[in-house]
């Protein structure tokens, strides 16, 4: 009776003990959110990269709640969509700081809209992960300022030097560039990356203009261009203006040696797929592609992911322009959380300048101004493109990396002209 008696004292305190447990992971995993706002262009010209990285922050915080959120604590995503307008940022980060509360702040996305961001972050002493921003630091030097964008320590020089480096290696080398940019931060700054870098290989400036965002007819502006007959032309351009000057080169038969630059609507799946052939030949910068020789752990199945939902979220089907980056900034964010157990910002930001992170977008460790220590910027080229298919962009067959050449998996076709007819 005694052994029986006692053996059910022991099975009541296990069976308490383990309810208790129970109750108190429920309760560590049901406190208060960690709120991690954003700003995001959810709805015009930036909305393609805006969903994507959106997604990518969810399919973040998803994977994060199943294991047990940060802290204990689930962690939730407050989003303000700031229509690709920049004046409805300051307001959009002083609301996420002073009427939601947030505890951690990523985004914008670009340079034009973490700009205006800036100031708001830095009048309440925040930490910030900003997306594709590009020198923005450099006024500042704020060291709670992060950038996830691979141009490392060569800032705007990075969107053009591989670019001209191919360029000075074609036999015969080409003499004269033309320079082609939205008057606006980012395609500027892209531009005066440019002329510093093609003077470094003795190339002669012919034409260096700009054109307003809001231009609707590029004919004009390419037929200008082409009067100076450059060798090579270096256009910095959104997605909108991309497609017109993609379309007005093609239309009036403007084909210089070499054509590309940093046009960001080159990023975006369904600007090339409505383009199609048309961009056989550009030769362009990109932060992000498919490749065999960018495998990195947790990035197939990240896209996997992130393509089969992006019918439903009617987002870019592909995705590997921006994905990987808005997934990694939660991931920084997640190992400085729970290395450093708190969620001050001071102590968050020195950690993340003296740690290297493991990413979907590869290793990632920071250096002055909170940019990447390392550049791993690529310039691709696409070839072969055929119309209408979207699976063609899947694998990065069609747009091989021609620098920096530890990334190289195709060559140039040189020049222009040759690329577009090659089949």
């Known amino acids: 009776m005694t052994r029986l008696c006692q053996s059910a004292l022991r099975a009541f305190v296990v069976g308490l003990f383990a309810a208790l447990l129970a109750i108190s992971g429920a309760s560590a995993q049901s406190g208060n959110?960690?709120?991690?706002?954003?700003?995001?262009?959810?709805?015009?010209?930036?909305?393609?990269?805006?969903?994507?990285?959106?997604?990518?922050?969810?399919?973040?915080?998803?994977?994060?709640?199943?294991?047990?959120?940060?802290?204990?604590?689930?962690?939730?995503?407050?989003?303000?969509?700031?229509?690709?307008?920049?004046?409805?940022?300051?307001?959009?980060?002083?609301?996420?700081?002073?009427?939601?509360?947030?505890?951690?702040?990523?985004?914008?996305?670009g340079t034009n809209f973490v700009a205006p961001a800036m100031p708001t972050i830095i009048q309440h002493n925040k930490m910030v992960i900003s997306y594709t921003a590009i020198g923005i630091?450099?006024?500042?030097?704020?060291?709670?300022?992060?950038?996830?964008?691979?141009?490392?320590?060569?800032?705007?020089?990075?969107?053009?030097?591989?670019?001209?480096?191919?360029?000075?290696?074609?036999?015969?080398?080409?003499?004269?560039?033309?320079?082609?940019?939205?008057?606006?931060?980012?395609?500027?700054?892209?531009?005066?990356?440019?002329?510093?870098?093609?003077k470094k290989h003795g190339f002669r400036l012919v034409y260096d203009k700009s054109y307003p965002p809001s231009t609707t007819d590029y004919t004009p502006v390419v037929r200008a261009v082409q009067a100076t007959n450059p060798d090579i032309v270096y256009v910095g351009a959104y997605p909108p203006d991309n497609v017109g000057i993609v379309r007005a080169a093609?239309?009036?038969?403007?084909?210089?040696?070499?054509?590309?630059?940093?046009?960001?609507?080159?990023?975006?799946?369904?600007?090339?797929?409505?383009?199609?052939?048309?961009?056989?030949?550009?030769?362009?910068?990109?932060?992000?592609?498919?490749?065999?020789?960018?495998?990195y752990a947790g990035l197939a199945e990240l896209m996997k992911r992130y393509q089969a939902q992006a019918p439903s979220l009617k987002t870019d089907p592909i995705g590997y322009a921006f994905v990987?980056?808005?997934?990694?900034?939660?991931?920084?964010?997640?190992?400085?959380?729970?290395?450093?157990?708190?969620?001050?910002?001071?102590?968050?930001?020195?950690?993340?300048?003296?740690?290297?992170?493991?990413?979907?977008?590869?290793?990632?460790?920071?250096?002055?101004?909170?940019?990447?220590?390392?550049?791993r910027q690529f310039v691709t080229q696409f070839q072969n493109v055929e119309p209408n298919s979207v699976d063609q962009f899947r694998t990065g067959a069609k747009q091989p990396i021609l620098y920096p050449p530890e990334y190289k998996t195709g060559n140039v076709i040189y020049p222009y002209a040759d690329a577009r007819k090659k089949k």
Request: charged fraction near 20%.
């Open 33 to 109: 959110p960690i709120k991690i706002g954003t700003g995001l262009a959810l709805t015009g010209g930036g909305a393609p990269a805006g969903k994507m990285l959106l997604a990518a922050l969810e399919i973040w915080r998803d994977d994060i709640n199943a294991k047990g959120g940060l802290l204990g604590r689930p962690v939730q995503v407050i989003y303000y969509d700031d229509q690709s307008t920049t004046s409805n940022v300051p307001g959009i980060y002083t609301k996420l700081i002073t009427v939601d509360k947030v505890d951690l702040l990523v985004g914008p996305y």
């Open 137 to 198: 630091n450099r006024q500042y030097n704020y060291p709670k300022y992060f950038s996830m964008v691979p141009v490392g320590q060569q800032g705007v020089n990075a969107f053009s030097k591989g670019f001209f480096e191919l360029a000075a290696a074609q036999k015969p080398k080409p003499q004269t560039v033309a320079i082609l940019a939205a008057d606006a931060e980012f395609a500027q700054s892209t531009a005066q990356g440019a002329r510093e870098e093609l």
């Open 250 to 295: 093609n239309e009036i038969g403007f084909t210089p040696k070499m054509f590309g630059g940093a046009m960001i609507g080159m990023l975006i799946t369904p600007i090339k797929v409505q383009l199609g052939p048309v961009i056989n030949g550009l030769v362009i910068s990109e932060a992000f592609v498919p490749s065999p020789k960018l495998q």
């Open 324 to 375: 990987p980056f808005g997934y990694a900034a939660g991931q920084i964010l997640a190992q400085a959380v729970t290395e450093t157990k708190t969620l001050d910002h001071d102590k968050l930001a020195a950690y993340i300048h003296s740690h290297t992170f493991k990413t979907v977008a590869g290793d990632i460790a920071y250096g002055k101004d909170g940019e990447w220590k390392e550049t």
